[in-house]
């Protein structure tokens, strides 16, 4: 378990230390995963930067999703998640998810666009990855974009979406693979929502 998003970070990097050589472009998938990327690029000595992407909630239960979009537009369906959702409810939910996403560029990276990505080693972090949507999309923005190489990064994910994971991109660094993985949170003691005023704190520390 891991003391917090800090923590969880610090120990991420360590296991990336391989890759500092490489001089990476670390992307963290707002929110949670901002604090943790932030602690494995200030290690690393690297360029660091936010990669906007949304889960796609269902309407009755927004806990849980069937997909995710990216800022780029890249977007991943669970076809079997999704298979009881019409058409129409599909585009409404990504209508209003590519909302969001401008809205937390905006807000968040304030309009900036992505550095560049082609040609580079890219690390994609997330604070834990259970279904893994997100991270597929932002995996597919980034092939989109011609990433050199690109490493999935994580302190905590399900064994089978880790595995799943690894047969698309050239690396996954993952610390813990727990057999009964329910929930990000409980690899986490101090687990709370993150909000955009935390997210532009740790962006404005790179100033």
């Known amino acids: 378990m891991f003391a917090d998003r800090k923590d969880a970070g610090q120990k991420l990097a360590r ?10 472009l670390v992307l963290a998938i707002p929110k949670g995963g901002v604090e943790v990327g932030y602690e494995v690029a200030k290690h ?7 990669l906007i992407a949304r889960k796609l909630p269902f309407p009755d239960n927004p806990e849980a999703g069937f997909g995710a979009v990216a800022e780029d537009g890249s977007t991943f369906i669970n ?4 298979r009881g959702l019409s058409q129409h409810t599909i585009d409404r939910i990504l209508k209003q998810q590519r909302r969001e996403i401008k809205r937390r560029i905006a807000a968040l990276r304030k309009g900036r666009p992505l550095p ?8 994609l972090i997330d604070d834990g990855i259970a279904m893994g949507s997100t991270m ?10 011609k990433a050199g190489k690109i490493v999935v990064a994580s302190p905590v994910a399900g064994p089978s979406t880790a595995a799943e994971l690894a047969r698309i991109v050239d690396d996954v ?19 709370y929502d993150v909000c955009d005023e935390e997210v532009i704190r740790i962006l404005q520390n790179l100033c």
């Open 15 to 24: 296991a990336l230390e391989n890759y500092r050589e490489q001089k990476p």
């Open 79 to 82: 076809n079997y998640a999704a």
């Open 173 to 191: 660094v993952v610390l813990e693979k727990p057999a009964f993985f329910q929930a990000v949170a409980q690899a986490y003691a101090n687990w």
């Open 44 to 50: 690393l000595g690297c360029e660091f930067s936010i």
């Open 116 to 123: 560049q990505i082609a040609d580079r080693t890219v690390i």
């Open 136 to 145: 597929r999309a932002g995996i597919s923005l980034c092939k989109n974009k």
